[in-house]
């Protein structure tokens, strides 16, 4: 066990609507990171927070994606008017920084766009 | 910028045989190198990292890997594979310092035969 959960595990939707994942970490990552993996890739880097910053956005990020880190806690993802290229598992990392360096990952949304 | 290059999509090995997965970085700087596991259903797991120091590093589950800079290599090995090692293994390095984003590879799927 990371210590690190996403909910949903799993996310079924149609082209056009909004969709909102969450990552809950533990309480000693500072830093939260985003990937996304489609099928056969490896992750790609999306975003990431140090505490409640934004630190750094992917180009991968387009317009319609968007972050947050409120409280310096959990993140939520979010993506509006989904297209069928959104398909993919969005991965979800926290990080102790000073510490080991270890990425811990979340199991994991799978989000599916019909 | 930064890349991974794992060569190998699918390696079949049998089980109790030794185990060698390829990974080449492209990186101007000191390379923070990490392998990471990735079973069916389960989130990525860390195996071992390379940051600086002694070039062979020892893993978790009986891994390790060798970091070569003259060949831009830090390829997994492990002397005799076990059922429980099939899974997808992606290599990545740090996009600037440890405590940073990753780069992926598009990852190894290992299959173990009997």
């Known amino acids: 066990d990371t210590g690190v959960s996403q909910d949903p595990r799993h996310k079924i939707t149609k082209r056009g609507q909004n969709v909102t994942f969450r990552c809950d970490p533990i309480s000693e990552h500072n830093r939260l990171y985003w990937y996304r993996q489609t099928l056969g890739q490896g992750p790609e880097f999306l975003t990431y927070f140090q505490n409640e910053a934004q630190l750094e956005k992917s180009r991968l990020l387009s317009d319609r994606f968007s972050a947050e880190r409120p409280k310096g806690s959990f993140s939520t993802l979010e993506i509006q008017r989904t297209e069928q290229g959104d398909s993919a598992m969005y991965l979800c990392?926290?990080?102790?920084?000073?510490?080991?360096?270890?990425?811990?990952f979340g199991p994991g949304t799978r989000l599916t766009v019909l | 910028a930064q890349s991974v290059t794992q060569p190998d999509i699918h390696i079949t090995v049998s089980e109790g045989a030794s185990l060698e997965l390829r990974c080449n970085y492209s990186?101007?700087?000191?390379?923070?190198l990490f392998w990471y596991v990735q079973s069916p259903g389960q989130g990525l797991q860390l195996l071992l990292k390379y940051f600086s120091g002694d070039t062979l590093v020892q893993g978790i589950k009986g891994f390790e890997a060798e970091f070569k800079r003259s060949q831009s290599s830090f390829n997994l090995r492990k002397p005799s594979v076990h059922w429980s090692d099939a899974a997808e293994y992606f290599c990545?390095?740090?996009?600037?310092?440890?405590?940073?984003?990753?780069?992926f590879g598009k990852g190894t799927r290992l299959s173990v035969i009997a």
């Open positions: 990186y101007g700087a000191t390379p923070y």
């Open positions: 990392a926290g990080q102790t920084s000073g510490g080991s360096n270890e990425q811990f």
């Open positions: 990545a390095v740090a996009l600037y310092s440890g405590n940073t984003p990753l780069v």
